[in-house]
């Protein structure tokens, strides 16, 4: 489990670290040419980008230049490891499992960026859509629809049919802090995060389960 940086390191090297079974990204993104052009925690990094590539008013992060930084930095980007945890893992790896929490207006990462990572991972959604743009991405990918809770083996990976739990869950945020750190701020995630990991290791089967309180008992 890891959190901002240590959730890209949770999506880095949980697909490349064979002993690792199931994984805890939260507040963690990727897709960084497109992140740098929309992201707001670091002032205009979209204006400062145009000014350098003298592409004012057309710069996007489907612009030439930004493609060639893409390329250039894809091998430290998350959004290329994330479809090795458990939709395709590499050989003699296991099935890793997926909990990944998003909140809604995370300064860091956009809402799209958590849709498409949604997409990388290979995860549909479960609870309640706090945005709705994600169902569209996730259609494309044949995943749309919300899950019930809980959710436990509910994904077939295409490594010998290996079954495994997967599920991107949205959140708001609790009105006081950036959303961005949703895993120390919402009692909600707190549960379903313990009892996640309570089940993987008890029984090898992680499950995700409805959103409760810290007090609350995993089943």
């Keep these: 489990q890891g959190q901002s940086m240590g959730g890209l390191y949770t999506n880095l090297f949980g ?17 960084w040419s497109y992140m ?14 145009a000014f350098i590539l003298d592409a004012a008013g057309e710069l996007s992060f489907m612009h030439p230049a930004m493609h060639a930084i893409e390329t250039a930095i894809e091998s430290a ?35 799209a960026v958590y849709d498409a990572m949604a997409i990388a991972y290979g995860t549909p959604e479960a609870g309640s859509a706090i945005w709705p743009e994600m169902q569209g991405g996730l259609k494309l990918a044949g995943l749309d629809g919300l899950r019930s809770y809980p959710l436990v083996d509910n994904l077939t990976s295409s490594r010998a049919g290996a079954k495994y739990t997967g599920a991107i869950v949205q959140y708001a945020g609790d009105g006081t802090f950036d959303p961005h750190a949703l895993y120390s701020q919402e009692p909600a995630v707190k549960h379903q ?3 996640f990991h309570a089940s993987f290791h008890k029984t090898g089967k992680p499950v995700i389960v409805a959103p409760g309180d810290t007090s609350d008992p995993c089943p």
């Design 77 to 111: 980007d998350p959004v290329v490891f994330t479809p090795r945890l458990a939709r395709n893992p590499l050989a003699g790896h296991p099935v890793r499992s997926i909990y990944a929490p998003a909140g809604k207006l995370d300064s860091y990462f956009p809402m």
């Design 193 to 195: 995060l313990r009892c």
């Design 36 to 49: 740098f052009m929309r992201t707001t925690v670091f002032g205009n990094t979209r204006g400062l980008i």
């Design 15 to 31: 697909a490349t670290e064979p002993r690792v079974g199931a994984v805890v990204p939260t507040g963690a993104g990727g897709y």
